[in-house]
């Protein structure tokens, strides 16, 4: 596992969307090691590719139980609201307060290609929209609704 450079605010990669991934590899198994290693090495508990300089929709997740690896992520439902602070890796030190959903429903394949179905809440649920949005060319600063 390689940790690779996290790109930061400023640049324009960070608003691209990305594509599918099509073909489940040993690249892409080497993609999610390398991405852990960084999100780890960087102490977040997520990170999308895009934020390694890789347009593909691949994402890693850590919120304080167990590492979940997601290629092709959606969020499939949603509930109720959670106003919350946020930050990003690569908006270091800046935060803000977010609303996201309370509950989000998220359908992903692993590194096999298999779908997988999660059900989160709390700051899982966070990860899961920020990690999705960074996917979408979207960043957490366009969902700031004020200082915090």
């Known amino acids: 596992m ?3 450079q996290i790109i930061k605010n400023g640049d324009p990669v960070l608003h691209k969307k990305s594509r599918a991934v099509e073909r489940f590899d040993e690249r ?11 999100m780890r090495a960087a102490e977040g508990c997520g990170l999308a590719a895009v ?6 929709r691949v994402a890693v997740i850590d919120a304080g139980d167990g590492l979940l690896e997601l290629v ?9 609201q959670q106003e919350e602070q946020e930050g990003c890796l690569s908006f270091p030190g800046e935060h803000g307060i977010t609303r996201r959903p309370a509950v989000v429903r998220v359908r992903a394949q692993n590194r096999q290609g298999t779908w997988c179905f999660y ?30």
Request: include cysteine; aromatic fraction near 4%; proline fraction near 2%.
């Open 72 to 80: 092709n992520p959606e969020i499939i439902g949603q509930e109720g």
């Open 51 to 56: 934020q390694v300089g890789v347009l593909r």
């Open 28 to 38: 892409l198994g080497q993609l999610l090691d390398d991405m852990t290693a960084t």
């Open 2 to 4: 390689a940790r690779r």
């Open 119 to 148: 059900k989160a809440e709390g700051l899982k649920a966070r990860a899961f929209c920020h990690e999705i949005d960074h996917l979408d060319g979207i960043t957490f600063k366009s969902r700031v609704i004020r200082e915090g």
